[in-house]
DNA sequence: GTAGGGTTAG
């Protein structure tokens, strides 16, 4: 007896020896057999809660009432923050306090932690005050929680949307004084920016009054830097961690590298990268998906790739992040068979999962795909997510469905400038610009949203499509001038185009040549050549032919097109010539034809390739599984292919073809 | 006491 007692006693004056809950219940089991419970129960609830198990500490914990020692208050507290149950810590916090227990140095992390995530402001700033009059802020894990909670307030700020900011109403409940209403006042009138960097020039401050500072500190401070994406003062805190003799670890690493992705700066990726290698974190999820999200950034999808595959767990994050790097850099198709890989891997899709796939079926304009993946969306009950209703809308709109983009764009509970952006684009595409412009100006005026470079281009497609030539040119002025929007390529090729089809041809081409001279991609001219084809003027096709036969082979067989159109064969035919020479291999089509049969044509330099002729989509799953390719041509297909050219061909994929009929 | 991934672009 006296063994198992000095065993028990020796295990529970050092709890951190029990490393699971099969060894804590264990211990327990031991106690309830031999001894009186109560002595041990805050010992035990300690240990319970250090695994993070909520029930089981919640069990004890109400064991000791009515009146709980602060070891099982301290307990409780940290549980709960530690599950989440942010409010219920905060709730226990201050029932301990209104019992007149005398809080240590340990409660303080967990409370901090349970504000940040609230975002209670006031309370957190009171929390803060309350560590000061105990004279703890010197603690170096409180001066971590502090750093990290005016972080997240900083960024909350920072993130904050133009109209209106969400305080929490439990907040009110339990400070009851509301100054959130006040301050947001005070932050539209600064540039929402300029707030955020300033907030993070205050938790700076707070870094530099510790006395004492770790790693955690540091990357604490490098996040806060990272997410408010001030990158100079990520890296800048690097520097400053070896000259304090402290190596960057693995959250260092992880948290610099969004901004690094967001900057683009393939450069650093890579130093890292070898800093990650060299020291063994390179089989880290985080630094992994990290490092994914830079490459595929930076265009370098395969680099993304290779890392993804060398990664020997491959956690749902992992997943998604390879995907979205696909889908983001046009790789539709490979996004697709990742998907399905990783559902195979047993791993379930969570709302991002999908949020990252669907824009693949979107721009491949596959319907039926997209539906099944909606089923499946309703099915896990992720319809509600923004992110995914916004590609879900986009994902209709493309595949022709303009009423269920518009049916899910109006159940939405709550919408952004995405979502907005995406259901003006969608009706834009369908000809619908009385729609897509009261869509704008509903956003605009009436929701308060301030629309950013995307939203004008979705707003001037609709122009352009409808040939609004004043209003087109209205919301470029409004964009330019009242908005400070730097208008970019697409904006320009939208008033080329909208002048164009209007016939005003000279206008256009003027328009154009006022143009900065490094945004004079051939997207700007190609609308306006087109242009001179349907209103047969040779003259000025020929002088915009010259400016972009450099950038783009498409011109060529326009201008032959136009030569065409008033008689001029010859010059048609050379120009046709000019452009077949040129031809590049174009991306990989879905095609839904004949019947309701799934097509998957790819071209390469000698012309299309049916890779897969199929009858439903599983089907197609099943065949890209087995790896097995050029299934054969049949002949009604092949007949298709033979009438059209490859470019008509390319047409065919686009939606009206793919919709439902 | 500290970390990750997502939606819109004729």
């Not at 850099?329 to 559902?343: A, H, T, V």
């Not at 995307?454 to 009242?482: D, I, P, R, Y």
């Not at 087109?530 to 400016?547: D, Q, S, Y």
């Amino acid at each position: 007896m006296e063994s198992i007692q000095r065993i028990i006693n020796t295990l529970l004056r050092n709890p951190t020896l029990i490393k699971s809950k099969s060894e804590a219940k264990q211990i327990h089991a031991q106690i309830l057999k031999s001894f009186p419970i109560y002595i041990y129960t805050p010992t035990l609830l300690s240990i319970y809660s250090k695994l993070n198990l909520l029930p089981e500490s919640l069990i004890l914990f109400n064991t000791t009432l009515p009146s709980p020692p602060l070891l099982a208050w301290k307990s409780i507290i940290k549980c709960y923050s530690s599950n989440a149950s942010f409010l219920q810590s905060l709730n226990s916090f201050l029932k301990m306090r209104a019992l007149g227990i005398h809080h240590d140095r340990n409660v303080f992390p967990s409370v901090l932690k349970s504000c940040t995530h609230l975002m209670f402001f006031k309370f957190g700033e009171s929390v803060h005050a309350c560590v000061i009059r105990v004279g703890l802020e010197s603690d170096v894990f409180i001066g971590n929680a502090l750093l990290s909670m005016y972080s997240k307030f900083a960024l909350q700020v920072f993130d904050e949307s133009p109209k209106r900011r969400t305080v929490d109403q439990n907040e009110t409940i339990l400070v009851s004084s509301d100054t959130a209403g006040q301050n947001h006042k005070k932050c539209e009138k600064i540039d929402e920016i300029m707030c955020g960097k300033h907030k993070m020039q205050s938790v700076r401050k707070v870094f530099e009054t510790m006395p004492e500072r770790d790693v955690v500190s540091y990357n604490t401070l490098i996040l806060g830097y990272a997410q408010s994406n001030m990158y100079n003062e990520a890296l800048m805190m690097i520097k400053e961690m070896g000259k304090a003799n402290l190596k960057p670890d693995a959250f260092t690493l992880s948290n610099v590298l969004p901004v690094v992705a967001e900057y683009m700066d393939v450069w650093k990726g890579k130093e890292i990268h070898g800093y990650g290698v060299r020291h063994g974190f390179h089989t880290n999820e985080y630094i992994v998906s990290g490092l994914t999200d830079v490459y595929a950034n930076c265009n370098m999808v395969e680099d993304s790739y290779r890392l993804f595959s060398l990664l020997p767990k491959k956690d749902c994050v992992s997943w998604c992040s390879i995907i979205a790097a696909c889908v983001q850099n046009g790789l539709f198709d490979e996004g697709l068979r990742l998907f399905r890989e990783m559902l195979s891997a047993n791993i379930k899709p969570v709302p991002i999962s999908f949020s990252s796939i669907i824009p693949a079926c979107g721009h491949l304009t596959a319907l039926p795909l997209g539906q099944q993946l909606h089923g499946y969306i309703i099915r896990s009950h992720f319809e509600d997510n923004m992110y995914i209703a916004s590609s879900l809308v986009h994902m209709y709109a493309r595949c022709g469905n303009i009423k269920l983009a518009m049916r899910i764009f109006d159940t939405m509970k709550q919408h952004d400038l995405v979502s907005w952006t995406a259901m003006i684009m969608g009706c834009a595409l369908h000809g619908h610009a009385y729609d897509a412009i009261s869509l704008f100006e509903q956003m605009e005026m009436e929701e308060g949203f301030r629309p950013n470079s995307v939203a004008f281009v979705a707003v001037l497609t609709a122009c352009s499509h409808a040939g609004m030539v004043n209003e087109g040119l209205k919301f470029f002025n409004k964009m330019v001038k009242e908005y400070k929007i730097t208008p970019d390529i697409e904006h320009y090729a939208c008033i080329a185009d909208l002048l164009g089809r209007a016939g005003k041809l000279e206008e256009a081409f003027g328009f154009i040549c006022s143009m900065p001279e490094n945004k004079t991609a051939s997207s700007v001219w190609l609308p306006l050549l087109a242009a001179c084809r349907v209103h047969k003027n040779v003259e000025l096709a020929e002088k915009v032919a010259m400016h972009i036969c450099e950038f783009d082979t498409g011109a060529n067989l326009l201008l032959s097109n136009t030569y065409s159109s008033v008689g001029r064969y010859k010059d048609a035919a050379d120009s046709r010539r000019r452009s077949s020479s040129r031809k590049k291999p174009a991306g990989p089509a879905w095609i839904k034809a004949l019947g309701g049969m799934h097509i998957y044509v790819k071209e390469n330099i000698k012309g299309p390739v049916v890779y897969s002729l199929i009858n439903n989509m599983e089907e197609f799953w099943e065949s890209s599984k087995m790896g097995y390719q050029d299934r054969g041509i049949i002949p009604l297909l092949y007949v298709i292919l033979l009438i059209n050219p490859i470019h008509s061909f390319r047409n065919l994929s686009s939606s009206n073809m793919v919709s439902e009929h």
